[in-house]
């Protein structure tokens, strides 16, 4: 079993910064993917930024170049800087393992993420 807990979420003016943070533990495996979703109000979730295979990262165009995921594989922790954030940004953010084999995704609680304008 995998437990996915997040923080860091809050309230924010447009244009300010907020660090989500991921801690993963259970049954953790190297190839394992993890990344941020989130879902607005009235919307579907969506992608937001993931690790793909080989180590890359892969971003939704909405938030390249003002989103970064890293990742601290010693702490089994994954985060997401979120700089210059708008208004469209608000949303509640899940952070998501994948397992490959054989599949299943994990999710967290979710952390609201509210920009003001």
């Known amino acids: 079993q995998v437990q996915l807990v997040e923080s860091g979420g809050g309230l924010v003016q447009a244009g300010g910064s907020l660090r989500l943070s991921c801690a993963a533990s259970?049954?953790?495996?190297?190839?394992?993917?993890m990344g941020w979703y989130r879902r607005a109000p009235g919307k579907q979730r969506e992608l937001v930024a993931s690790?793909?295979?080989?180590?890359?990262?892969n971003y939704a165009d909405s938030v390249k170049g003002r989103f970064t995921i890293s990742r601290d594989n010693a702490k089994n922790t994954v985060y997401l800087q979120m700089d210059s954030l708008q208004f469209e940004d608000t949303a509640v953010y899940y952070c998501?393992?994948?397992?490959?084999?054989?599949?299943?995704?994990?999710w967290g609680q979710g952390t609201q993420v509210t920009v003001s304008s």
């Open positions: 690790f793909v295979s080989g180590g890359k990262t």
């Open positions: 998501n393992l994948r397992r490959l084999v054989p599949f299943k995704d994990y």
């Open positions: 259970g049954s953790i495996f190297s190839s394992d993917v």
